[in-house]
């Protein structure tokens, strides 16, 4: 199934090249923007909302309900805040979608500025990601050649900009539009009331307005029946790269799909919502691939999966995401850089071997002391993680 991303694109070494204008267009491509583009943006947010599309930046936050917070806040301007910024381990989509479709994109930022009827658009993408930017500048290039299109060309910005971790964070992305610290605020104020420079903002994910493209393209019936993600697959697989399936696929087939642990091994848990989320175990495998099902586990979707076998410990893997918090932490929060350095150094014992009780015990009792700490939520997923994995790290497994 290929609906977002041209067939057969799955990584940027497959050689499949930004798509044409022309050949977006032949596949259905701006169909769905000239339908949305006639209608009152009202009707088009309400029919986002009905269609049930979540957000696909990690937060799975309703995206009509993001357009009808910002539309009905209010301010002098409204702004799309559009985040290619990418930087999850393991995630590979959004550059591969940017790189490979940019239509599919900006079709879908043509639907969310005409529903916003927003003041501007704002792109922010990593500037490590040379292929997509090359892509798209030639896409937004081509745009005044798509009906209606015109008057929304002068009025959107790509911004690349020498990326770190927490600059994807929507706040922080937002400061560094203003050219202030890539540090997140505080929320309230969300960025739906006030986002870049006071004014509200919706900020969404570049597969999050592909899929949006999708869903004007059929409608919403067939949005509910086939709901398109791409899912980064990364980590101990035979054949990692990026998948479209449905949301709701499960996380078994996607791992067979993938190929498979690497020879001779089996899986001992992957981490479906990538170093954000709590790991799930070989048991629990047959869990669908949507927010529900993963919640009862204690874990969730997030920008891609992470597949651990057994050619390495749990142990090597919690004490490299835990280092990998400690490193990325923006110094915003002491009580964050402090808990992220803690956490890691707790955990770096396991990576030679089984924990002993008493320290499974105290790195329980650190991550109980760093849950809900801090001004984002960067420290809270650390401490969930080690949460999680710590009880897999004793003798006994
Ligand atoms: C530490 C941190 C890093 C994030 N990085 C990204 C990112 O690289 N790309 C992204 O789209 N969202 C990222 N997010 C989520 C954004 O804050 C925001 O929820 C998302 O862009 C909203 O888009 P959506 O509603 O279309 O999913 C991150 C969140 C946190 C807390």
């Keep these: 199934m290929a609906f977002i991303l041209p067939s057969g694109a799955m990584s940027l070494a497959d050689g499949t090249g930004p798509e044409s204008l022309d050949a977006y267009r032949a596949r259905g491509g701006y169909e769905g923007w000239e339908r949305a583009r006639v209608l009152d943006p009202g009707a088009v947010v309400a029919e986002v909302e009905a269609a049930g599309l979540l ?44 790189a490979c479709a ?25 500037d490590e990601f040379a292929a997509a930017i090359a892509a798209l500048t030639e896409a937004v290039a081509a745009l005044p050649g798509v009906p209606g299109a015109g008057p929304w060309v002068d009025r959107l910005t790509l911004v690349p900009e020498t990326h770190v971790y927490i600059a994807g964070e929507e706040t922080a992305l937002i400061n560094v539009l203003m050219h202030e610290p890539a540090q997140p605020w505080h929320k309230p104020p969300y960025p739906s ?57 499960r996380l078994d087939r996607l791992l067979a799909d993938a190929g498979g642990p690497p020879a001779g091994h089996t899986f001992t848990a992957v981490l479906p919502g990538g170093y954000s989320m709590a790991p799930v175990f070989p048991q629990e495998f047959d869990v669908e691939l949507e927010s529900t099902a993963l919640r009862t586990l204690g874990s969730g979707l997030g920008a891609s999966i992470i597949a651990v076998a057994s050619n390495r410990t749990l142990g090597m893997v919690a004490h490299d995401i835990l280092e990998f918090f ?16 803690n956490l890691a150094a707790a955990l770096a014992p396991a990576q030679q071997g089984p924990l002993s009780d008493e320290q499974l015990t105290a790195v329980l009792a650190m991550a109980a002391k760093y849950r809900k700490k801090g001004i984002c939520s960067f420290l809270d997923s650390a401490a969930q993680v080690a949460h999680a994995v710590t009880p897999h790290l004793g003798a006994l497994g």
């Design 55 to 98: 957000g696909r930046g990690g937060a799975g936050f309703p995206t009509g309900a993001k357009w009808r917070l910002t539309r009905a806040a209010p301010g002098d301007g409204r702004y799309l805040v559009v985040n290619g910024a990418e930087g999850e381990p393991g995630s590979m989509k959004d550059r591969l979608l940017m």
């Design 102 to 126: 940019p239509h599919a994109v900006l079709e879908g930022l043509l639907i969310a500025a005409h529903a916003l009827e927003a003041t501007a658009v704002l792109f922010y993408i990593n």
């Design 193 to 249: 009331d006030r986002g870049y420079h006071g004014s509200p903002t919706a900020v969404n994910n570049v597969e999050t307005l592909a899929a949006v493209a999708a869903l004007w393209q059929h409608d919403r019936k067939w949005f509910q029946a086939w709901n398109p993600a791409l899912f980064s697959v990364s980590g101990d697989v035979q054949h990692p790269g990026v998948y479209e399936r449905p949301v709701g696929y």
């Design 326 to 341: 400690a490193r990325e932490s923006c110094g915003k929060c002491p009580v964050c850089v402090k808990g992220s350095h």
